[in-house]
């Protein structure tokens, strides 16, 4: 396309950056346009997580009127239930969720670390227990592709071992070496010539084990970069300096940046101005099915006595399916009812106030005026101002 900085021409991805960071260091915020089989998405964005080939109380509709370009499925949960060939039986992942945007899928390999029982790691693969039944499995980076291949998402992950941020450093470094390891046979495992295969860095904390990780992984041919291993038990400083030193050593590395795993408006908001393209979490359907709604400044408890009888909107000016037509009042009864609507509207609005902010942190960007308006935009995302910090501390 015209008018790019930067392009990245993989066999089915294509990525373009528009706007380049400034040149005074001010940010690394970048604004992108990633173009994938099933369509495309302006970064940064948001992806949205279909867990089981489903956004948890959505249909495709409610998500593409909140928004959602792009949609995260995890291939753990669709090869132990319904079974990743009964899927590709059925026309793939795609037509079997009627969902036509793209979809990224991810490797499996955080959910085989985290939910899998009696998980048994060697440097072929992982033998977990299903957290379903306890049946035995093994994934490999072999099997990880055959499985993502069968799905059919427009992007594939490569298979990697993910630790927990806070992890002593030898656990780090074998975990890593190995992810790189896996990484090269994911490369060479990859078959399908309709879909995009992204890498992923690791490297936990450990400031050397992470920038190796980073040129180790972005000297692979993939078309896409993850960073994982955060978003989990570090600080939001200690992550910023993960991701400084992964971004720093991809340089101008024109393929796009995954932060994985991230999802509070806050979060997303610092992790755009230091040069990350994309993210995924499921925190925004999470606290909404609890009654939590983001609001431009905060969140509202839902659950809270007080909106029994509020006749307002949720949020005034949202153009979501709850604030178009109910009331605070409506939707506080429902959660006390446990009526099922309820979750239905939260999390609509949830997601249309996440991709809404991710819409206008690309708004700043294209106007070239993104440093200038971060104080605007972190005040939408709810960070307090010192004032009301100190009070909350006291
Ligand atoms: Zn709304």
Redesign the pocket.
Known sequence: MSGAVTSFQGRVARFDVLRSPPTDGATRARLGRLTLPHGVVETPQFMPVGTNATVKALSPDDLRDAGASIILANTYHLYLRPGHERIARLGGLHKFMAWDRPILTDSGGFQVVSLGDLRVVDDDGVTFRSHLDGSLHRFTPEHSMAVQEALGADIAVAFDQPVSPSSPRAVVADATARTHRWAERSLAAHERPDQALFGIIQGGLEPDLRAESARLIAGLGFDGICIGGLAGDESPAQREAAVDIAVTALGDDPRPRYLMGLGSPLDLLEAVHHGIDLFDSVLPARIARNGT?WVPGGKLNMRNTRFLDDPA???ED???????QFSRAYLAHLFRAQELLAYRLAT???M??TLDFMARVRTALQAGNFPATLPELRLRAGRMSGREAAEKSA
């Open positions: 709604l909107p949720v949020q949202c153009p979501c399916l709850l604030c178009r609509c609005h949830n249309t106030f």
